[in-house]
């Protein structure tokens, strides 16, 4: 199984980012799927012009993360809550894909430097992404004060509750991977 992580935050001194590491390093270590990190602030998308079926040229980096997007069994977003909502980033990524977006389960992590750890943005995340059929995993798993929880290189400074409830949420995420794998043979 392969399991992409989306790191949706393209800020300056982002720390949502240090969750996706997190994620990586988990799996990894766990050996619970192989696992890569879609970094948004590397692929430094334009702004949203047309879907990828539209564009006439789409760039490599397009054509990449729509291919790497495809042929995930499961996707981890990793979000930072900005006033409530996901940023324009991830926004623009949703957007340019269809297709490969169509039944793929995708479970939302979310992060503030609040008391809330980005409880707000996952209504609005979640209605886009059930707009365009994904398999919405339905545990989240929410990180307040990320500054405090994780070290800049992904370390969980509490490592036995950051563990606890990666296990829950990863768990929730393979059952509805191995469920679609399932669903694709029938």
């Known amino acids: 199984m392969k399991i992409v992580i989306i790191s949706a935050s393209v800020r300056i001194d982002r720390q949502s980012h ?28 334009p702004l949203f ?30 979000t930072p809550e900005y006033n409530g909502g996901y940023p324009a980033s991830l926004k623009n990524a949703i957007d340019l894909l269809y297709a490969q977006w ?20 996952n209504t609005s995340l979640a209605f886009s992404l059930w707009k365009i059929g994904v398999i919405l995993v339905p545990s989240l798993f929410l990180v307040p004060k990320v500054q405090d929880a ?8 509490n490592k036995e509750d950051a563990e606890k409830r990666a296990k829950v949420f990863i768990d929730e995420l393979s059952w509805c991977m ?5 669903m694709k043979t029938i």
């Open 18 to 45: 240090r969750v996706a590491l997190y994620f990586e390093q988990y799996i990894r270590e766990h050996k619970l799927a192989e696992v890569e990190v879609l970094d948004l602030k590397k692929y430094n998308f």
């Open 102 to 121: 169509k039944h793929k389960p995708i479970a939302i992590a979310s992060a503030s430097n609040g008391p809330f750890g980005g409880a707000q943005v």
């Open 150 to 157: 994780y070290q800049e290189d992904g370390t969980a400074v």
């Open 49 to 78: 012009e047309e879907r990828l079926q539209f564009l006439v040229n789409p760039s490599p980096g397009v054509l990449e993360f729509a291919d790497k997007v495809a042929t995930a069994d499961g996707i981890i977003i990793v």
């Open 178 to 182: 191995q469920a679609c794998s399932k």
